[in-house]
Every structure is written in C-alpha cells, then in structure tokens.
C-alpha cells in the first residue's frame, strides 16, 4: 500500500485536503483571504469553536448527545465574568470557578444518565433548560460588563505573528485530548463504552463512570470555551453559547465521528472546525445575500460531510 | 442601570400626571412579553415594576422566553394566562405566527398590545408601541452619511435577527437612506444579534474589506457593540459608524471618539406606557377609531415610543431626552388614543 493510499484512509486527510483547496480557492478569489489579520481572525474563531466541538465530541465518543454544551458554556462565562465584577475576584480564582462550574454541571448530566437510565437526549434537553433558566435568572438578560483589562488584553493578544494567545489553551486542549483518547485509559474506556457498552462492561469497565468522566470532561471543555469567549468579546454576554449546538456536531462528523459512538478523531474534528470557519468566513467575503447565508452554509457543510463519506469509501474499497 | 431607569420613570409619571389621575383598576396583573433574552428589553422590568407601583396594579411582571423562539414563547404565554396575568405587552417572536397565540389571550378576555416590535394586521393586538425601527435605521444612516462627509461613501450594514419583524423595515430603510444620498450599501450581514457570530462575521468582513467601506450603521445592539469593540481594536482606520442603543461600551466608544454616535431607543417609555394602556382597557376604556395611529409596513396602528440620535456632544445627557419623550407620550395618551368611560 502506498503511502498516499495508507494517508487517505487516517480520518483526517479528507478535511486536511478539503482545507487546502477552501484556502487555496478562496485566496484566489479574494486577495484579502490570507492577510495576516484576517488569519488572526480566523484563529479566533477557531480557538474557540474547537473547544465547542471537542466538548460534542467526547459525548458523540460514548454513544450519546450533549445538547446541554452552549448552556454549559453560557452558564460558566457569565459565572466568570459576573464572579469579578460582582465579587471582585481575581481573574485566576473567578477562572477556576467557573471550570468548577462546567465540570459539575457535565458531571450532573453523567450522573442523570446514569442513575435513571434515561437517554443522554431527554436529560441534556432538560439540563439544557435548567442552565439557561440559571444563566437568565442570574443576569436578567445584562450582560456583565466589568471584565479586568488583564482578561481583555489576554482577549486580544497575539503570540507570534497572526497567531493569538486565545489558541494557546485550545493547542493545549487537542494535545490533551488527541492523548487521552489515543494513549490513557480513561480515552480507551470512553471509545469502548461507546462501541459497544454491553462488551465493554464485561471486560471489567465501569461503565457508568466512564458516561459520569465523559459528561465531566464535556462540561469542563464547554466552561473552557465559555471563558475563552468572554475574554475576546470583553463582556460577560447571557447569550454566549446560544449558538454552539450546531457546530458541535457539524465538525466532529465533518472530522468522521461516527454517531453511534466508539470513533472519533480528535485531529479531524480540528479541521472539521476550520472548514466551517473557513466556510463562515467565505460567505461574509464573497457578500452572499443574508436570507441564504444559513442555506448556503448548511450546503456546504452537507457536501463536506458528504464528500468525507465518499473519501473514506473509497479508501476501504466500498467496504 | 435599573436605578436609571427608575429615574426615568419618575419623571415621566411626573410628566403625566393628568393622564393618571384616573386609576386602572387594580386586579390588573399585567406580563410584558419579549420575543426572547435580549438587554435591550431589561428596561421592561423595572418599567413594569414602576408602573404597577405607580397606576396601583396588580402587577406588572417581565416575563422572558428562554430562547428567541416561536414556540418557547407561546408556551410561556399560554402559561402565563393560566397562572392568572390577564393584560399582556408582547414583542412577537414572529409577525405573523405569533397571531394566534394573541388570539387564543384576547379570547379569554386578555387586552394584548405590541411592544417593541408589530403584528402584521390583522392581529388582536390594540396597537403597536415601539420604535419606528425603519425611520430610526434611515435617521441614523443620513447621520452617518453626514459624518462621513464629501467624498464615495460605500457602506456596510450590519444588523439583527432575520426572524425580527424589525430587520427587513431596517434594511429597506438604510438601502433608502443610501441611495438618496447617492452613496452605497457594500455589504448587509444580517442573523447577527448574538455574540459570536457577530464577532466571526463582523471582524472576518473588516480583516478583509475595511479599506472597502468608509461607514458602517449597526441596526442591532449585539453587533453595535462588537463592531465599535471592532473599531477601537483596528486604530484609525477612518471608517465612520453609528450604532444603535445604549450600550455601555457604545457610549464609551461615542466619548472616546471612535464612532460618530448612536440611534437611541426608548424601552423603558414602552414598559412603562405599555402597563398604563394596557391596566385602562382593562378597566373599560377601548382604542378610539379615530386614533392617530402611524403606519409601518407590518400595521397601521403603530405609536412611535421615541428614537433620537445621540453623539458626543449630547452622550452625557441622553437619558434627558428619552426620559421628555416619555413624559410627553403619556401626557395626552389616553386623550389621543383611548375611549374612556
């Protein structure tokens, strides 16, 4: 097998090669495309929409769906910036406060799962509810506006070149992860448990932990994000997460996650992330009509998906 | 902020006085409805709670759906009937699909205005009270166009949620305001009143087109907030922007002098002057036919609740300004628009 032949089967190359020809496509189009500053931007929105999706993805892992992510997500920004401006906590201490935050209230989903054997669909739509109507109840649709300028400068920092501190935690984030998943036990436990939870009980995994780890580290990543966005936006907005829901499953399945669980790749979920940006971004460049920007965008999501399919088929021979 | 808005409403009962000297009737327990949890209605709260105090109601409660959706608020509506509130302040979540939920209250006997934003007639809404969101959008825009001064004007628009009735009056109004000054819209991004997007779409579009446009009007308070954020991020860019609504870090963008200035809208005069109207047709008063309703392109029973536009020259004092707007609307409300007993 050729090398080329052994790459086009690895759950990334697809998104990889769809990546290359969006940017080369687009830049062709539009000069402006890879200007330094509009790659800053796309960082941006990358930084944090990768969060978004990996904390999806480690649900899709074992099998089930987190519908609660954006308001797990919504619930710890506002925590973190309505913990510094009304109790005038210290960056660090209000950051960890709101991780807390997310890793509970994923927790609480796990141990809902798990202790009434109701599916993670009706228990996240219901936590869903609940952590909006707290997020709604604490800030009575205001955001919080008291954000120390250490947080907004980290918000608008640039590392190196286009390149964003915001990126630093999510590189960090996927290192992590790609490493739990592919090499830690706990990562082996959650892919098993979502293969095929009945065999994986039998060799001795706890499963019910390991739906409770999952939920944990989806809620932990959720908050993470969360936090991220208040830093860029430098307000504590009671809408932040509203719209993560479909993101989160568009790019692990443009990435090749496999909705019945026990697959994911945390690599291709990245790209899945920059194909969509990248999408977002080509609509607001090429100036497409508002009313069918959600038509288009869900098109070309679809033909990713699609063309990913077609890749991956082709590669295992129609097997 | 709600301290602020408290004091607008003292005045404004000031202002009105004749128009409460005689008291609804107290059983009223009045909702005020938003089409979803959005800032801008946060002045509805304490204007409801003002005017119950006030007008000697029942109550007058803010009642928010949890997402910008049809159906979230329709279950909260009907909910709400059940729980007893028989007077409702709506902003329709949608135009026309929220009539039927107005008419399943109005059927029980519930007054129901609009507020903020219209039903398309017909609808059993009495009337419509909000911001002329189109002549707001077309004011601002000519501000701009005169800020900007001689020379091409190309600009973008960047506004709210497509389901919001308000959003296609504010794009035809700014297209209007463009083409008469001979100037041209560039770019509308629209779907983009929360923050995310509004900052992906907002700053992807300036990363690649500032040296395209020389203003930007902001018919929405998400991204008049994030393009203004934008701008101070971006240095001299000589790009102009008026934007709408009050905002903390709009107003401080207006005194900093990075944005020309702001279309301000009144919130507070619709909760407040929404409870009053609604708690008289409780008692028995009814719309005089002969009211001196305007028209928009969703109803010809529409009163304007204020717009104005602020700069830095008038920042400090804008509050002022909507607080006599308010006043003077319920000066003569009931005479203009009510038939009383």
């Not at chain 1, 090669?17 to 200007?35: D, E, R």
């Not at chain 2, 009105?16 to 000297?21: D, E, I, L, M």
Request: hydrophobic content about 50%.
């Amino acid at each position: 097998m050729t090398n080329l032949a052994r790459l086009s089967r690895t759950d990334w190359f697809g998104p990889l090669l769809a990546t290359i020809l969006a940017v080369l496509l687009i830049q062709s189009l539009s000069a402006n495309f890879l200007s330094a500053y509009n790659i800053q931007i796309l960082l941006l929105a990358i930084a944090v929409n990768a969060l978004v999706a990996y904390s999806q993805m480690i649900i899709i892992a074992i099998g089930q769906m987190n519908l609660s992510v954006g308001a797990i997500g919504g619930l710890a920004a506002i925590s973190f910036a309505g913990a510094m401006e009304v109790w005038g906590l210290p960056a660090p201490l209000a950051l960890t406060f709101a991780l807390l935050i997310g890793l509970g209230c994923g927790a609480l989903n796990g141990v809902l799962i798990r202790i009434t054997g109701i599916s993670a669909f009706v228990i996240t739509l219901a936590t869903l509810s609940i952590f909006k109507g707290i997020n709604l109840g604490i800030t009575e649709a205001q955001p919080f506006y008291g954000i120390p300028e250490g947080v907004k400068r980290f918000g608008g920092a640039v590392l190196v070149g286009p390149v964003p501190w915001l990126l630093v935690p999510t590189l960090l984030v996927t290192a992590i992860l790609w490493f739990t998943l592919r090499r830690l036990p706990v990562g082996r436990f959650i892919l098993a448990v979502g293969s095929n939870d009945h065999a994986a009980g039998l060799s001795g995994i706890s499963v019910g932990r390991t739906v409770i780890i999952a939920h944990a580290i989806s809620g932990l990543l959720a908050a993470i994000a969360g936090v991220l966005v208040v830093a860029r936006l430098q307000i504590g907005q009671p809408s932040i997460g509203d719209d993560w829901l479909i993101l989160s499953f568009a790019a692990p399945v443009i990435g090749g996650a496999i909705l019945a669980g026990g697959h994911v790749s945390t690599t291709a979920t990245f790209l899945g992330v920059v194909i969509v940006a990248i999408i977002t971004q080509a609509l607001v460049l090429f100036s497409i009509d508002p009313f069918l920007v959600q038509v288009v965008l869900g098109v070309l999501i679809l033909a990713a998906v699609g063309l990913n399919k077609l890749r991956a088929g082709a590669a295992t021979g129609g097997r | 902020m709600t301290t602020i808005f408290r004091t607008m409403g003292l005045a404004a009962l000031m202002g009105g006085a004749a128009a409460t000297a005689a008291l609804a009737a107290d059983d009223s327990k009045l909702a005020l409805v938003p089409g979803g949890p959005h800032p801008y209605f946060a002045a509805w709260e304490p204007a409801g709670a003002d005017a119950a105090q006030e007008f000697g109601l029942a109550g007058s409660d803010y009642k928010v759906p949890q997402r910008w959706e049809l159906a979230q608020q329709n279950q909260l509506l009907e909910s709400l009937l059940s729980q007893g509130y028989n007077g409702f302040m709506i902003f329709p979540g949608d135009p026309v699909g929220a009539v039927a939920t107005a008419e399943e209250l109005a059927e029980f006997g519930a007054p129901v205005i609009a507020g903020g934003g219209c039903y398309k007639d017909p609808s059993p809404a009495a009337f419509c009270l909000g911001t002329d969101t189109g002549n707001s959008a077309y004011l601002g825009t000519k501000e701009l166009l005169a800020a900007m001064g001689d020379g091409e004007k190309r600009i973008a628009h960047f506004t709210g949620f497509l389901v919001d009735p308000n959003t296609q009056l504010r794009i035809d109004a700014v297209n209007r305001a463009a083409e008469e000054a001979g100037a041209t819209v560039v770019q509308v991004i629209a779907d983009i009143d929360a923050p995310e997007p509004a900052e992906e779409k907002i700053n992807a579009y300036l990363a690649a087109h500032a040296g395209d446009v020389d203003g930007i009007v902001t018919t929405a308070w998400v991204p008049a907030v994030v393009a203004a954020n934008a701008l101070r991020r971006m240095g001299d860019t000589g790009i102009h922007m008026v934007g709408i609504d009050h905002d903390e870090v709009v107003l401080a963008a207006i005194k900093e002098g990075i944005i020309d200035g702001t279309m301000i809208q009144n919130p507070y005069g619709q909760g407040y002057i929404g409870s009053f109207a609604l708690a008289r047709m409780r008692s028995g008063c009814t719309v005089k036919e002969d009211a001196p309703f305007g028209s928009n392109a969703l109803t010809d029973k529409f009163i304007d609740s204020g717009t104005a536009y602020v700069d830095a020259s008038n920042v400090d004092g804008y509050l002022d300004t909507m607080r006599e707007e308010t006043a003077r609307i319920l000066a003569d409300f009931e005479a203009t628009y009510l038939s009383c007993p």
